[in-house]
């Protein structure tokens, strides 16, 4: 999902203390997609509620979400809007990967292949229209404001970091880098430990931070030959990219030749699905929108334990916990030398 540059330059670990006082833009449907995918049971199956209605979203927001807060970081959410028609192809692709893991996972299930089913399952998880209102009406609840889009959201949370309304976005995806977020925050929503595919081995996943100037200039690119290099991987509005083509051939071309299109003459009988310039400026002008307020509020514990544990049968003694950290982190900011307008953006 989205264009990789993970092996061109080394992120720099970031602890939780370095974003306190810090408001983080996250990708909302890529937060959204890591808890549906991680936060699961020994078999594989997501965690559901009494009624069999999907809860490890619901689980990850509030857990997750409440320790960050505690740690001082303020957390914003952007939710994807109405997707660009040259993204259409991507997410099809997207849709039949799903399909297939599906028919692998209640296979595995069917045939008691624990390491299959948590495999497949986390591939096949989709996150509905219900899925995205329920995590809407959780962070309300919380206190932790959420901007609607009008078409990607992470494209939403660079355009508020260039503007400084929050100091990085946070994605799991590289493509806030070509959209000229100043800082990518990674493995945020994630950290901890990870066990490896088909692997009795566990990693231990923690923050890191790329920061876009120190990137172009290792790398030694600006802005927009860095876009082209990631047409040539594969974006989303491309996603085979050039065939043959990784990032350290596709930087090479660029570097050559200092445009995508007079590097063609090297690439013959390629054809990308949509005019190069256009792609190009999907990353350079996306459909964004000025008309947010952030505003972080004291969470409802009635409302939280109302629709945790009276709707979805959460354990009162845990979300008491997770609510008692939001508190503090509202509490914490909002006293002494931390000033009110610190958590207005």
């Known amino acids: 999902m989205g264009v990789q540059f993970g092996d061109l330059v080394e992120p720099r670990k970031i602890s939780l203390e370095e974003l306190k006082g810090r408001a983080i833009a996250f990708d909302g449907h890529n937060v959204i997609y890591q808890f549906l995918a991680i936060i699961r049971g020994q078999a594989g199956e997501p965690l559901k509620d009494a009624q069999g209605r999907i809860t490890s979203h619901l689980s990850g927001i509030l857990y997750r979400n409440s320790n960050l807060m505690e740690a001082g970081v303020r957390v914003v959410y952007c939710f994807d809007g109405r997707p660009h028609e040259f993204k259409r192809q991507t997410l099809e ?28 399952g986390q591939q096949s998880v989709t996150a509905s229209k219900n899925i995205i209102g329920d995590a ?6 919380m206190g932790i404001p959420w901007i609607q889009a009008p078409s990607e959201g992470e494209a939403q949370a660079a355009h508020m970091a260039i503007k400084g309304s929050v100091w990085a976005s946070s994605s799991q995806d590289f493509d806030s880098i070509l959209l000229g977020a100043p800082r990518l925050v990674r493995n945020l929503s994630i950290s901890g430990r990870r066990k490896l595919p088909r692997k009795n081995v566990y990693i231990k996943i923690e923050p890191e931070i790329y920061e876009y100037q120190k990137l172009l200039t290792e790398i030694g690119l600006t802005r927009e030959q860095l876009i082209d290099v990631g047409i040539l991987i594969g974006t989303d509005y491309n996603p085979e990219g050039v065939k043959g083509i990784g990032p350290k051939t596709a930087i090479k071309l660029i570097k050559k030749h200092g445009r995508l299109e007079l590097a063609l003459p090297e690439l013959p009988n390629v054809e990308f699905p949509h005019p190069i310039d256009e792609i190009r400026e999907l990353f350079l002008k996306p459909e964004v929108t000025d008309d947010y307020r952030l505003e972080w509020g004291k969470p409802d514990t009635a409302g939280i334990l109302s629709y ?23 509490s914490s900011a909002t006293k002494g030398v931390a000033r009110l307008d610190k958590w207005f953006g």
């Open 93 to 120: 692709a997207r849709h039949q990967v799903r399909v297939q893991a599906r028919q692998r996972y209640e296979k595995a299930v069917e045939e008691g292949d624990k390491e299959g089913a948590r495999r497949w």
């Open 136 to 141: 809407k009406r959780l962070l309300t609840l």
């Open 308 to 330: 945790l544990c009276g709707e979805h049968n959460f354990s009162r003694e845990k979300v008491l916990a997770a609510i008692e950290k939001l508190d503090k982190g509202f």
